[in-house]
């Protein structure tokens, strides 16, 4: 009896929380979670750096997959993209720069130059290469994008151009803004979250933007049926081309993050286990849901760290995910998102009960 | 440039090693092939598989058996078993969604991580090698270079596999129920054809040709965690480039891209390996069917 009282009172708890899961509210909850962090240790402020930037990237890959139904297996290409961007400018650019903007703050502006110059290069080439990639589709298009992002990885390696450094791939030093005795260094933890923080957020915001609009529409009806999209008279390729270069391009933004927060741009971005990185976060968080890749990515990167603490287990963290990836794909397709979603619709749910008392009584004994 | 300026560069050994280079592709590549063309499946855990042959013939010869031939059979036989079970206990449950071929290829790459890890648990992260057979285990000079007489070997073994395969497939019942099941599945189930076991019996034996390749390379590559992941792009290469689901079309990719890894530095300076994954694009969006042959040759 008792018991049941308590399974009521949690219910009717746990139905005003949900009620209470409003935008706005989730908005000041992640406001203030991103404050928090930093003042958290600094290994901590790493570590939730690290899941803005995959997050981001994921974000981005999932624009393509999650809204138009193509799988791209060479998502890396634009994450080395951007990350080679900047880093090439701080490299061969940084002292030009500071000549023309003065020594103080030239770290800054160049970092800003960077970031410009990695997403412009970003674009030019998701253009081309997402003109001929959205020809295809299904697994034809996860092969071309695979064989795109390793033809990449190739020219990287190799370096014909003497830009990219090979294999060791091109060191990326920030510097130190110095402004009348105010000296901050921009690679510094706490700094480098503030800026990864305010452009991830930005950059989401500006894809939710996307994805609400007419366009974002059209993208989700391609998604669900090309032919009937046709028949509405939709111009599918272009649609996939354009989603394709925004996809990209948000993924550049993920790269030169990216480079900033690992020191270096190396090869092993453009990688084809780097683009998976992208799919295995999404999916475990959930594709058909705009924030199933953040939330993907935060599960990817917490629980790799869990794995980590224990040292019998650190080396075999891929093992978890692979088994995870196959475990959400065959039974439950909606993810991580999909499965709060389900959680918060059976208090919800619960809540739709309360009046009869009874009812909700014998659901929760027979739910026990 | 004259022909005849070009010609001397390539050596008698060059072609030796582009071949054998092609062979092993294509020992990779078949199974993947011959998958895809009758399941639709491109399964991304094929390199793993190729990998786990070659581990456990290694395993098989110097613990149990010091015969090479007959670790080679063990070794195949277990990554078929282990493709089997994975068929029916996860890919088969995908086939009826609406989108299935993406499910598939993410489902294969979930194995594809479980694999590697998995043997990297069991035989740890270093690197391993095998003499070849010793039948086969000395040298062969011809026209003035020399190389290991398993290199002709291997290419032999790989004509006999496609010779046994076509053979297979053509001439026995078996073979017909498959090509049948791979032109109209539900016309063949309509017939009475048990499709799903039919299913299961194809992935084994492209899982077994997987271990096969895996397990007859491995006198003359190290064998490491690593290797699936490499070796899974250069079969997916083949296999566009061939045309998927073509085993002849296999053996022509293969030995295509056995013969640029080979070649191609000779010509092309920087560079080089950018050169299949761009043959592999231009294929795609050109004759995405591949080269050679179409769907279920």
């Known amino acids: ?368 | 440039m004259s022909l005849s300026s070009l010609v001397p560069l390539i050596g008698i050994s060059d072609v030796v090693i582009g071949l054998s280079l092609g062979s092993r592709l294509f020992l990779i590549a078949v199974g993947l092939s011959l998958i895809f063309g009758v399941l639709g499946v491109l399964n991304f855990a094929h390199g793993g598989f190729y990998m786990l042959g070659a581990y456990v013939t290694l395993a098989v010869v110097s613990n149990v058996v010091d015969n090479f031939w007959v670790a080679a059979v063990v070794g195949a036989l277990a990554v078929g078993v282990v493709g089997a079970a994975i068929e029916f206990s996860a890919i088969r449950r995908l086939y009826e969604r609406a989108d299935s071929d993406l499910d598939q290829l993410i489902v294969t790459f979930g194995f594809v991580l479980v694999i590697h890890e998995t043997v990297r648990f069991v035989w740890g992260s270093g690197s391993y090698s095998i003499d070849p057979p010793d039948v086969f285990n000395f040298s062969v000079t011809f026209g003035g270079s020399t190389f290991n007489a398993y290199r002709l070997a291997l290419i032999g073994l790989a004509v006999a596999v496609l010779v046994g395969l076509w053979l297979f497939i053509t001439r026995t019942y078996f073979g017909s129920l498959v090509r049948g099941t791979s032109s109209d599945r539900e016309m063949a189930a309509m017939l009475g054809v048990d499709v799903p076991r039919l299913y299961t019996g194809v992935f084994f034996l492209g899982s077994v040709l997987a271990g096969l390749g895996g397990a007859l390379s491995a006198p003359l590559q190290s064998t490491s965690p690593a290797l699936g992941d490499q070796v899974i792009i250069d079969a997916f290469i083949v296999v566009v480039i061939g045309g998927l689901g073509s085993m002849s079309g296999a053996f022509v990719g293969a030995m295509l891209i056995g013969m640029m890894q080979s070649l191609g530095p000779q010509f092309i300076s920087a560079g080089s390996i950018a050169i299949p994954f761009l043959a592999m694009v231009i294929v795609l969006l050109i004759r995405p069917e591949g080269l050679f042959g179409g769907i279920g040759e």
């Not at chain 1, 900047?86 to 020594?103: E, Q, T, W, Y």
């Not at chain 1, 510097?175 to 105010?182: E, F």
């Open chain 1, 1 to 368: 009896m008792s018991a049941t009282d308590t399974g009521g009172r949690v219910s009717r708890f746990g139905s005003a929380v949900a009620e209470g899961w409003t935008r706005e509210r989730f908005g000041l909850i992640g406001a203030l979670v991103l404050v928090l962090v930093a003042f958290a240790p600094p290994f901590q402020v790493y570590l939730f750096t690290d899941f803005l930037v995959v997050a981001l990237f994921a974000l981005g890959f999932n624009l393509l997959y999650g809204y138009t139904g193509l799988l791209s297996f060479g998502h890396g290409l634009f994450y080395a993209g951007g990350a080679y961007g900047i880093a090439i400018v701080l490299r061969d650019l940084g002292p030009v720069i500071a000549d023309v903007v003065g020594a103080g703050i030239s770290p800054l502006v160049t970092f800003l130059v960077g970031g410009v110059v990695g997403l412009v290069l970003v674009v030019a080439v998701a253009v081309p290469v997402g003109w001929l990639s959205v020809r295809l589709e299904e697994i034809y298009f996860a092969l071309i994008t695979l064989a795109f992002g390793m033809l990449g990885y190739s020219l990287i390696i190799q370096d014909p151009a003497g830009l990219t450094n090979g294999t060791d791939g091109v060191i990326v030093l920030l510097g130190t803004v110095d402004l009348g005795g105010v000296s901050l260094r921009v690679g510094g933890r706490r700094i480098y979250y503030a800026i990864s923080a305010v452009t991830v957020v930005a950059a989401t915001y500006g894809v939710w933007r996307v994805v609400n609009s007419p366009f974002g529409t059209v993208c989700k009806a391609i998604r669900e049926s090309p032919d009937r999209a046709v028949a509405l008279g939709i111009d599918v390729g272009h649609h996939r081309w354009m989603t394709f270069i925004v996809s990209a391009a948000v993924v550049g933004v993920a790269g030169v993050l990216r480079a900033g927060l690992a020191s270096v741009a190396s090869p092993g971005l453009t990688h084809w286990s780097t683009s998976a990185i992208a799919v295995i976060a999404t999916v475990i968080g959930g594709a058909t849901y705009f924030y199933g890749p953040i939330v993907g990515a935060f599960i990817f990167l917490y629980i790799r760290w869990a794995i980590s603490r224990f040292p019998a287990l650190e080396a075999y963290w891929e093992l978890f995910f692979g088994a995870l990836l196959i475990a959400v794909v065959l039974f439950f397709k909606q993810g991580a998102v999909g499965g709060l979603m389900l959680i918060r619709d059976r208090l919800v749910g619960d809540d739709a009960d309360e009046p009869s008392d009874d009812d909700a009584r014998t659901t929760d004994g027979d739910g026990s």
